[in-house]
């Protein structure tokens, strides 16, 4: 019979933890209800609020975050193998040439500050390549070499593409005509901070991200709708989506 009563009385090892983790979970909440105590009683109340405040924003950020990744459309370029040190001893660029070989066949070639030099077919091309100081130098060295000419040809092309991106003009038959374009694809240069439109007439519209630009609301429509190709998810890809987002709730 003794045997019996301490058998009864012996508890199971998950019931002393089960016990143990009680105890303790209790002994937490009331050393977090005693400081809370200690706390003036304004700041008592103005915390409560400030908390809550905090993980309501978080949750609407959440939200909103998974709303914009459905304009998202992650397309990874081909891996290529990046030269650490080139990139840590990157020279300026400090002058391009067009190179025409044949009436339809042309390339740009563009020289930097160490005397080396890269061939691109056109602006999309280069940004692959590019940042944004570099796009800018760009620019602003085919201006001065404009500055009291006319560009012609394949030199034009160049201008106008450049033009287009850093001074757009809301009268250029570029805007004015966009109700004929048909969008194929918009993608995200993140590295130089460019956005481009592909029309299917071979038309390319370049754009920084943190510009307008006179698009129409259509044409803007179609771009959350087409959705922006990415190589990964980026907090200035998610800014993007916002920013043209904003415009068609406008």
């Not at 915390?47 to 459905?70: F, N």
């Not at 850093?166 to 966009?178: G, L, V």
Request: glycine share 2%.
């Amino acid at each position: 019979m003794d045997a019996e009563k301490a058998s009864k009385k012996q508890k199971s090892p998950e019931k002393e933890r089960s016990s143990e983790k009680i105890v303790e979970e209790e002994t937490v909440a009331q050393e977090e209800r005693e400081e809370v105590a200690k706390e003036p009683t304004a700041k008592r109340k103005k915390s409560i609020p400030r908390k809550t405040t905090r993980k309501r924003q978080k949750l609407e950020e959440d939200v909103e975050k998974d709303e914009l990744k459905g304009f998202l459309d992650i397309v990874p370029r081909e891996e290529t193998p990046i030269e650490i040190e080139s990139l840590s001893t990157k020279f300026p660029i400090v002058d391009w040439k067009t190179v025409v070989l044949t009436e339809t066949f042309m390339y740009y070639q563009v020289f930097r500050g160490d005397g080396s030099s890269k061939n691109y077919k056109i602006l999309s091309e280069m940004l692959q390549d590019f940042d944004r100081m570099d796009v800018e130098q760009l620019f602003r060295l085919v201006k001065e070499r404009y500055s009291s000419s006319a560009p012609e040809g394949f030199d034009l092309m160049l201008w106008g593409d450049l033009h287009t991106l850093f001074e757009p003009d809301k009268d250029d038959e570029i805007w004015k005509d966009q109700h004929e374009y048909n969008l194929l694809s918009w993608r995200l240069h993140d590295f130089c901070g460019i956005h481009i439109l592909l029309m299917n007439n071979g038309l390319a519209i370049h754009m920084l991200t943190e510009k307008k630009y006179p698009l129409s609301q259509e044409m803007l429509s179609k771009m959350l709708s087409t959705r922006l190709e990415v190589d990964h998810e980026s907090s200035q890809a998610f800014e993007l989506l916002r920013f043209i987002r904003a415009q068609v709730q406008k």
